[in-house]
């Protein structure tokens, strides 16, 4: 059987086709331009994956959101669920780049962390 | 502020960033970057999906941490910033004059400027969207804004016109906030964003992506209440009996970005009528001397990278410039040939840095499916050639020639050298 991807580990998006036994193990895969091409369909076949990245709101800061991200990327089906769990957070600042928003999301083993400083201020 | 710097920079962005950066590593004493906004980091603050610095960094970091590591670099080699600062006009002689509401009325002189501006949307008014005139039409980047920094949402079911990078990320953001994106329209028969994009914000979500399809009108009163589409031809030419009204509260357009160059006119900087930016050497140079200028002010680029390793060049050439080196002018132009839409730079002097090592970029006019070569020529003759996997307008071909070994393929008589995109 044919399977095709675009591979999205870098901008470029390589189309990659990959021919797959009855079992679903690979047997061929062309198209791809380096080995992030062959990671990738081999995670999309197994344990599809995506970087979640959101906002949470901050009190007593000088901007009301921080923008946050999973610091790996968490399994595709379960973005959704985490956007909810991420959605009522509220932190304090100052926040800090890289703090922990959210600690072990969805029982995955992977933080939330901060993708920029928010100082305290005036609103 | 002092009255006079070695280098100014205008715009905060990763161009000017990274200009600012290079001037100082490069023996500039005084160093200022000039921002409109109230913080450092231009756009990058908005974009916080990740995909950003897989060049420079080897890591796919989000816009704001990307900004980061430039942000804390400018201020550890006390690159001075001002902020909530506008410039009003840029004189050829390398005076700034700007505004703010602590300082007033600005004077100041600069003995070379990096012009780092960036780019705008394209608004409603540009693509001349018929209908009534309702709230809830929105450029992308506005409702990025609104939803990412500002905490609004501006609506509950989207239809989005154009499938630039920046409608399908917010498609992709709407969706996590639980707003409803209905579909994204394109009015070419392609794809005008990247790829990936497709995948993983429209494909991941179940967003229908329908192509050749455009807006024929705007209805709503107070509010956006619908809007009509129609198919076209491969001319882009409406078709009668294809219209279809899809109920919605609100419409966002993500059709395009255009260089920011008011003040570069104002300052004599000449502009290419294809890419719409400063026309430039490899050095960064425009045709003024001692005004460079980098990132989306020049182009529009698809990766941030870029952007940043054109600033990098423009203020290591600002730095040389104020302290005096003699400049050299421009001895080749560049100009598109079949296939090619845009290019920059438009000139080459050939004679920067050790390895004499140019970046060119381009963007194909229409698409080559199959395997390309992309060629510099003079005359008929290919003096530097680079094999493609496929060529695509929405996709910006980076080139990194090695000009010492190009320049010997060359006659010594001409000076007109084209680029071309040709099948193999």
Redesign the interface.
Same mark, same amino acid.
């Given at each position: 059987m044919e399977k095709k991807f675009?591979?999205?580990r870098?901008?470029q998006?390589?189309?990659i086709t990959t021919t797959l036994d009855g079992l679903g193990a690979i047997t061929d895969i062309t198209g791809n331009?380096c080995k992030l091409g062959i990671d990738y369909v081999k995670s999309e076949l197994s344990d599809p994956r =995506?970087?979640?990245?959101?906002?949470v709101?901050v009190t007593g800061g000088e901007?009301?959101?921080c923008?946050v991200?999973s610091e790996k990327p968490i399994p595709?089906d379960r973005?959704?669920e985490a956007?909810a769990v991420i =959605?009522p957070i509220t932190v304090a600042a100052p926040v800090d780049?890289n703090q922990v928003i959210c600690e072990n999301i969805l029982g995955t083993g992977i933080n939330i962390i901060s993708?920029?400083?928010i100082t305290k201020g005036g609103q | 502020m002092k009255k006079i710097y070695d280098v100014v920079v205008i715009g905060a962005g990763p161009a000017g960033l990274a200009a600012a950066i290079e001037a100082k590593k490069s023996g500039a004493g005084d160093v200022l970057i000039i921002e409109r906004n109230n913080e450092p980091g231009g756009i990058l603050?908005q974009c916080?999906? #990740?995909?950003f610095g897989?060049v420079i960094f080897k890591k796919?970091?989000?816009?704001?941490?990307y900004?980061?590591n430039f942000i804390e670099q400018a201020r550890s080699l006390n690159v001075e910033m001002v902020f909530d600062t506008m410039v009003v006009d840029i004189t050829g002689g390398r005076k700034i004059y700007a505004s703010n509401s602590v300082e007033g009325f600005i004077e100041l002189d600069a003995k070379a400027i990096v012009l780092a501006m960036g780019c705008r949307e394209r608004t409603r008014a540009q693509i001349m969207a018929p209908g009534d005139r309702p709230a809830g039409v929105f450029t992308a980047g506005m409702v990025q804004r609104l $939803? #990412?920094?500002?905490?609004y949402m501006p609506g509950k079911n989207f239809v989005i016109l154009g499938s630039g990078d920046i409608g399908m990320i917010m498609a992709r %953001?709407l969706t996590?906030?639980?707003a409803k994106v209905i579909k994204i329209i394109e009015l070419l028969p392609y794809l005008t964003g990247? %790829? %990936?994009n497709? $995948?993983?914000c429209l494909q991941?979500f179940g967003i229908p992506l329908e192509l050749s399809t455009t807006i024929k009108r705007i209805t709503g009163k107070k509010r956006v209440e619908a809007v009509e589409t129609v198919r076209v031809d491969e001319t882009l030419t409406p078709i009668a009996g294809t219209e279809r009204v899809i109920a919605c509260d609100s419409l966002i357009l993500s059709v395009g970005l255009v260089p920011e160059n008011e003040l570069s006119r104002k300052a004599g900087v000449v502009l290419d009528p294809l890419t719409l930016g400063p026309v430039v050497d490899e050095t960064m140079a425009t045709n003024v001397p001692g005004i460079f200028a980098a990132g989306n002010v020049v182009t529009i680029y698809?990766?941030v990278d870029y952007v940043s390793m054109a600033g990098a060049t423009a203020g290591i050439s600002a730095a040389k410039f104020a302290a005096g080196a003699p400049v050299s002018p421009p001895a080749f132009t560049l100009t598109p040939g079949d296939g090619v839409r845009t290019v920059m730079p438009q000139k080459i002097t050939g004679l920067s840095g050790p390895d004499a090592s140019v970046l060119v970029e381009l963007r194909a006019s229409r698409e080559f499916a199959g395997r390309v070569s992309v060629n510099i020529l003079e005359d008929e003759n290919i003096v530097y050639s680079h094999v493609e996997?496929y060529a695509r307008p929405a996709?910006m071909i980076t080139l990194k020639i090695n000009w010492n070994e190009t320049a010997k393929k060359l006659s010594n008589n001409k000076s007109g050298l084209k680029v071309n995109i040709a099948k193999i």
């Open positions: 675009i591979c999205i870098c901008p998006g390589c189309e331009s =995506r970087t979640i990245t959101t906002t709101a901007l009301p959101l923008p991200w595709k973005v959704m956007a =959605r780049i993708s920029r400083a | 603050l916080i999906h #990740n995909g897989s796919d970091l989000p816009g704001p941490a900004a980061w $939803v #990412n920094i500002e905490g %953001r996590l906030e639980g990247l %790829r %990936r497709y $995948v993983q991941d698809d990766l996997k996709e």
